[in-house]
């Protein structure tokens, strides 16, 4: 069986998506484009040479016979709307991060599935699926280094543009953290808080850049992450586990090591799509798999998208206050907690 899609949004992510989908992965199609800029979506057709039609809107996108999986890449606010049409057509989607852009509209779009009775949607919480995430886990899993106690982790962007605002720094950068932690050490949020340092010189007129956010599990662990969108030198994820025993490095992607003028040195990634790319082509094989084999996607839920919505939110609260603020997350539907083997 070959899975079809529908996309919905032909910018950056989409294209990737849409590439990897044609040219590298088994069992799916794109058979089907849009984008609220419709010569942008032509191009796509005609630059991948895909057998693929363009629709003038999501609405008939979504309802097309021809499409059984939606992939949602559009700008975060449209997400929600997109996902809920989706569900209401019964077609499968894989939407990128944001699910949506508030903890309400994570809520209902989770409502609808659970209405709709069997799971449909998957988070593109990527990092979920990403070599150095799953060992850091299965670390920490075996007790390695015994209980985690703290966590240190870094997400540097070399730069930005003037539409990037301070709420994007959770909401759009730090939310790949948000949902990674709390699956790495399974444990829950409880509070946040956010500190700014020093403002990086080449942040724009309304950024706040440097930004580091404090969170605390309902365990007590406490997590410091730094979002640093400004950093300039590259594209930099790191993660480092503290444990009672011991510690736990994410490890670092893979680069020759050279020895020249007197340096030792290696190289770090710039652009985002190649620091996760492997992950990227995982989430989505397993997505056409496990819809083929299973009947559902088996990757992140759209609880997990509310969770992450939700713990936004109060970083969010936070940033505004600069103080410590409650994470009040709902207990998890029954329906969300089962997990589904691929075979
Ligand atoms: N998982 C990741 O690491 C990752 C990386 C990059 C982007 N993203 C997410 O993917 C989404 C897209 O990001 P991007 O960098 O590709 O942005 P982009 O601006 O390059 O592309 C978005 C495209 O969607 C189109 N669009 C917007 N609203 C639409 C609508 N209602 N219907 C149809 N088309 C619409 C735009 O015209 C544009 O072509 C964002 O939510 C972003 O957070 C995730
Ligand atoms: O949309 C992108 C993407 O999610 C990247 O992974 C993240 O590093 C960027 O900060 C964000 O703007």
């Known amino acids: 069986m070959t899975l079809n899609f ?16 044609t040219d590298k992965l088994s069992g799916g199609k794109i058979v089907a484009v849009t984008d609220v800029n419709e010569e942008a979506a032509r191009q796509v057709v005609k630059q991948y040479g895909l057998e693929a039609l363009v629709y003038p809107d999501d609405k008939s996108l979504v309802n097309s016979e021809n499409v059984d999986a939606v992939l949602v890449t559009s700008w975060g606010p449209a997400h929600e709307q997109n996902v809920l049409n989706a569900i209401e057509a019964g ?117 706040k850049d440097p930004q580091l956010i404090i969170m605390e599990t309902k365990s007590g662990i406490v997590i410091q992450a730094e979002v640093f969108v400004n950093c300039k030198y590259g594209y930099d994820i790191q993660c480092e586990v503290i444990g009672e025993d011991g510690v736990a490095y994410l490890p670092e992607p893979a680069s ?63 940033q505004e206050s600069g103080q410590k603020e409650s994470v009040d997350l709902e207990e998890k539907p029954v329906f969300y907690t089962g997990k589904i083997t691929v075979q």
């Open 256 to 318: 020759i090591v050279t020895r020249k003028g007197a340096k030792r040195s290696t190289d770090i990634l710039v652009e985002w799509k190649d620091r996760f790319m492997d992950a990227y082509d995982i989430e989505l094989q397993d997505f056409i798999d496990s819809i083929i084999k299973t009947g559902q996607p088996n990757g992140p839920t759209s609880w997990d998208g509310y969770i992450a919505a939700v713990t936004a939110d109060a970083c969010v609260k936070a």
């Open 6 to 21: 529908g996309v919905i949004g032909t910018g950056a992510i989409g294209r990737e998506h849409i590439k990897r989908i």
């Open 91 to 207: 077609k499968y989607v894989f939407c990128e991060k944001p699910l949506a852009t508030t903890a309400e509209g994570c809520r209902r779009i989770a409502e609808a599935e659970m209405k709709h009775g069997k799971r449909l949607v998957q988070v593109g919480f990527m990092r979920r699926y990403d070599s150095g995430y799953v060992q850091l886990k299965q670390a920490i899993d075996r007790n390695e280094i015994g209980e985690p106690l703290m966590v240190r982790c870094v997400h540097r962007n070399p730069e930005v543009d003037e539409k990037y605002t301070t709420q994007m720094a959770v909401v759009d950068t730090l939310i790949h953290e948000i949902d990674v932690l709390h699956w790495l050490i399974s444990d829950d949020y409880k509070s946040v808080q956010v500190i700014y340092p020093k403002k990086a010189s080449r942040a724009h007129a309304n950024l």
